[in-house]
């Protein structure tokens, strides 16, 4: 409660300032819905880079798609930190190359006519690195690009990121999935996958969950570690092992401008983890999973660090082939909050759903605050929005998911199966769900809701049918 102004004038100036300030702590975090986006924005700054180019061609790379360019390349990242940082040139030309480490104040930068292409080879991707997968923390291969703890890293510029992975490279580690098939005496990533996830429920030393090596453990493709003030822009990713852009633990964050055509399994277009302000804008998503996946931590992993993912705005993008165009899970056992969508289009008939949540009782944790506006649907293939707590191991577990405070504001759509698939628990409803505004065409089968309180309509239309008022079921 705010002092009076008699009570406020009898405190001494130390006091007073004290209590302004605890005063606006609150109010900063009482603030919910599209107003906090305004301060979530302030805090995002794309890093800045001082006026100096390092040219790998300088550094002894060549531009003939075969030569391995990796160690002009580290010279060159080298030699760009060691000046105090600046801008490593990919010039115009096809260069092939291992893993790229960057490091603060480092800006790796393609040509429009450059091409990375990333080795196929494992062993070009050792030694291991701390790195995460599947939202389990383990030693394994090194992503394609990587910094950790690094201030101030970035990939720009309008060239191509081409992780040459195909149904013989990387993807078959998957096992057979879609386009992939099952080939007799292929391994697999299946049984370090469960080995890992064993590890993490004993609570195993994160030093000692060592893979790598006969673990069949596929990497990302753009990984930021534990790092600040990142951007990436520009660039064209195709064909990568697993997902595209991964930052991990990272704060102050910007994907702009960028477009990621890859269909193989797991291929996420974005997927912040554990990070908190993030900006994903004007980017185009074409992909073999989902276009946008916020997550953070899967089970006993995301309950340890405790770590969710908030503050992101996702504006102007467009979806086309994917599992869902924004989806929150289904590693997400630390929680997500303060999720914000606008502008954005989707539309494929090999788009499942525009807005999806996906987790469960083995899973758990808190997602809320999740808004939605100025959204365009063409189809999607089952629902606008999905909220299912029985992905996967369904409710089998000690730890109820909670789903709460999701807004859906002049969002439409021409094609689905359902306009609303909700499932909760009947222990642990979705709660609080409100559509404004919203207008649904083409839904064959209305909506599936199951264990769901206060699920809210204001004028809105399904198949031109005008709904106002609460629903409970």
Wanted: with cysteine; net charge neutral.
């Amino acid at each position: 409660m705010r002092p009076t102004r008699r009570e406020f004038f009898g405190l001494t100036a130390g006091a007073a300032m004290a209590l302004h300030a605890a005063h606006r702590r609150v109010r900063a975090q009482d603030i919910t819905g599209w107003d906090r986006v305004p301060d979530i924005l302030a805090r995002i700054a794309p890093p800045t880079f001082p006026d100096r180019t390092f040219d790998i061609t300088t550094f002894g790379a060549r531009d003939n798609g075969t030569a391995d360019a990796t160690e002009a390349i580290r010279r060159a990242v080298a030699a760009c930190a060691a000046a105090g940082g600046g801008r490593v040139l990919v010039p115009a030309g096809r260069f092939l190359t291992g893993p790229i480490h960057l490091a603060s104040r480092v800006n790796l930068h393609l040509d429009d006519d450059a091409t990375l292409v990333f080795v196929t080879d494992p062993q070009a991707y050792l030694p291991l690195v701390l790195t995460r997968f599947e939202g389990m923390e383990l030693w394994n291969y090194s992503p394609l690009i990587y910094a950790i703890d690094a201030t101030g890293v970035a990939v720009t510029g309008g060239g191509t990121l081409d992780g040459q992975a195909d149904v013989d490279h990387w993807w078959p580690w998957k096992g057979a999935w879609k386009d992939v098939p099952a080939r007799p005496g292929q391994p697999t990533q299946l049984p370090a996958r469960q080995r890992l996830a064993d590890m993490v429920e004993a609570g195993v030393p994160v030093s000692d969950r060592i893979f790598g090596d006969g673990a069949y453990l596929r990497s990302s493709f753009i990984q930021p570690y534990r790092c600040q003030n990142v951007l990436v822009e520009g660039v064209t990713i195709i064909n990568s092992p697993m997902w595209e852009i991964h930052p991990v633990l990272c704060r102050n964050v910007t994907v702009r401008d960028v477009h990621i055509r890859t269909h193989g399994p797991n291929n996420d277009g974005c997927n912040p983890e554990s990070s908190r302000d993030v900006l994903i804008e004007r980017c185009t998503f074409d992909t073999g999973d989902d276009c946008i996946a916020l997550k953070s931590g899967r089970n006993a992993e995301g309950r340890r660090l405790a770590r969710p993912a908030e503050d992101v705005v996702i504006r102007d993008c467009v979806m086309h082939d994917g599992h869902g165009g924004v989806v929150i899970g289904s590693e997400a056992s630390g929680g997500a909050r303060h999720i914000f969508a606008e502008r954005c289009r989707m539309d494929s008939p090999q788009l499942d759903r525009a807005l999806r949540f996906k987790t469960n009782s083995v899973r758990g944790g808190i997602i809320e605050h999740v808004y939605l506006r100025d959204i365009t649907v063409g189809q999607v293939a089952e629902a606008v929005v999905t909220a299912d707590f029985f992905y996967e191991e369904g409710d089998s577990g000690a730890f109820p998911p909670m789903l709460r405070d999701v807004e859906l504001r002049n969002v439409t759509s021409q094609k689905s199966r359902y306009g609303l698939l909700l499932r909760g628990y009947a222990h642990a409803p979705i709660t609080d769900v409100r559509v404004i505004d919203c207008r649904f065409d083409g839904v064959t089968d209305g909506d599936r809701i199951e264990a769901v309180r206060d699920l809210a309509f204001t004028n809105t239309r399904v198949n031109g049918e005008l709904r106002n008022g609460r629903v409970s079921r």
